[in-house]
């Protein structure tokens, strides 16, 4: 994974970057130490229509159908001047609690994508167990694909663009898991300490099973 400050590549059971020293307590210092309860779409901003707002939650709802072990969020709000939006989203996934996800889903399995309107910005970041199968590249591909939907500020069509390239993505991954499951094992082991930089948040979850980690489409 990259640092959320400097972008530098670190390990992901680094308790904090070690080129800057960034770590969870920093971004709980800038945003909050508090659980934050959210639902999958959490629409601060308003900037979803009734009817968009459903095309958005059939489109998570898929992602989930075909991808059972890992859940995708959107979560839209004016950041305003602690704006950040890569330390957010990181700060976020690791404090949220959310409603509408099965509580055999932990966060590190989640992707989290944030949108602000105000400063027309938007980041994907996304817990550990999916280091194996994302790359920074692969969000940035996935972003790209609602920047210009975003701009003319039809945010229900650019993100339904984003999740529909996240789950091409991910169905290429899953192929390749299950071609070669043994190399993509070996880089879902579990961390060998619990101070990751997106760790464990919500109580009562047990660490994730190696194989349940691969994304595999649902039969």
Known sequence: MKCPRCVQRIHRAAASCPQCGFSIEDADGRFGEEEVRLRRLTD????FRRGER??????LERLSRRFP???????????????NI???GF????????????VDKPNEAGILITIDPESKAAGMVFGYLLDPFL???DTFECLSRGHAHWLEERYAEGLIKVLAHLEGILCKRSRQARRDPEYFQRKVLPPAMMGDL??????????????????????
């Open 44 to 47: 601060s901003a308003g900037i």
């Open 54 to 59: 459903e095309r958005v939650e059939a489109a």
């Open 69 to 83: 072990q890992i859940f995708v969020a959107v979560y839209t709000g004016a950041l305003g001047e602690v704006a």
């Open 86 to 88: 890569r330390q957010f």
């Open 91 to 102: 700060w976020l996934l690791n404090r949220s609690a959310f409603e509408d996800v099965p």
């Open 135 to 137: 790359e920074e590249s």
């Open 198 to 219: 997106v760790r464990r948040i919500r109580a009562g979850h047990r660490n994730a099973a190696v194989e349940s980690a691969i994304p595999e489409v649902a039969r």
